[in-house]
């Protein structure tokens, strides 16, 4: 708790940007399921990064960070939005100084880690705080609580969810709604200059794959896919309904589907449910933490 607490501070500290002009806290809003609103977001210097930030709900879970996995640790991820020079562009050694140099943060990382600020202690601090963002009090949760009951409509989302004809739970896994992997879902087609999964692995046949996101708070985590570029739930169904790009590398999984007005509604339903009870669109919550389970 006393690391998250610094890590805290820093997460919403504009110190951590080159420029002084933007935190972690400004791609990763609470109030919006820790992501943002805009598909592209401008780093410090005023240029745009080009991928859409990810929802951190749940992150201290996973096994790999990014949408193509570059990172196996949630304290070395910290390192890549702070010197990626479309994000935060910030050299180590000036982060270093300029937090030293700064008579609240040396007290502060003297009464958490016993000595002057360092990336030991700002790593560790920042992934302490990111895994204390946990997302467990949904609907959904609450179902298999028992403390909750689906509506009829929601039952038929659920069974449809899980069904082999949509196979969205071979992607969607419960609880994190993630199976952790990386997939070509058909957002990605041939001369995409992101490259997705193929970026660490180097092979061609990862071309195209990204990260499945999580479905929690999906209500609140629009627009989606790696680059924002889509604005509505209506709108992922329509895409995965019609296989998206139809591209060579596209995941078997990604077989077409049709759905009839009245179990479109059905799936919606049920994907809401998935959205936590204290992850709401409320100012308020812009500097807090989400309840634990």
Known sequence: PVRAGLGKELFFEPKLSRQ?????????????????EE????????????RHPPSLLNVGFFISWHWDGGTTSLEKQVLAPLEN????????????????????YSQRFNEVFGKAPDMYGIT???????????????????????????????????????????????CHTPPLF?????????????????????????????RGKFKTPTLRNL?????????????TLE?????????????QLLDADIKGFHLNAEDRDALLSFLLTLTDSNTIRNPELRNSTPILP
């Open 20 to 36: 002084g002009n933007i935190s972690c806290g400004t791609c990763h809003q609470p109030d919006h399921a820790w992501t943002v």
């Open 39 to 50: 598909a592209l977001v401008m780093g410090t210097e005023g240029t745009r990064f080009f």
């Open 85 to 104: 020079p479309d994000e935060m562009n910030m050299r180590l050694d000036t982060l270093l100084l300029r937090l030293r140099r700064d008579t609240y």
């Open 124 to 170: 560790r601090a920042l992934g302490a705080y990111q895994r204390s963002l946990i997302s467990a009090q949904s609907k959904w949760d609450q179902v298999q609580r028992g403390l909750a009951e689906f509506s009829s409509t929601e039952l038929r989302g659920e069974e449809l969810f899980f069904s082999d004809s949509l196979a969205c739970s071979s």
């Open 178 to 206: 993630t199976d952790l992997d990386f997939h070509n879902t058909g957002i990605w087609s041939w001369g995409d200059f992101d490259p997705g999964r193929s970026r660490v692995t180097l092979d061609s046949l990862d």
């Open 219 to 231: 209500a609140f985590t629009k627009p989606y896919f790696h680059n924002g570029e889509v604005e």
């Open 235 to 247: 709108e992922v169904l329509t895409h995965y309904a019609n296989k998206g790009n139809n591209n």
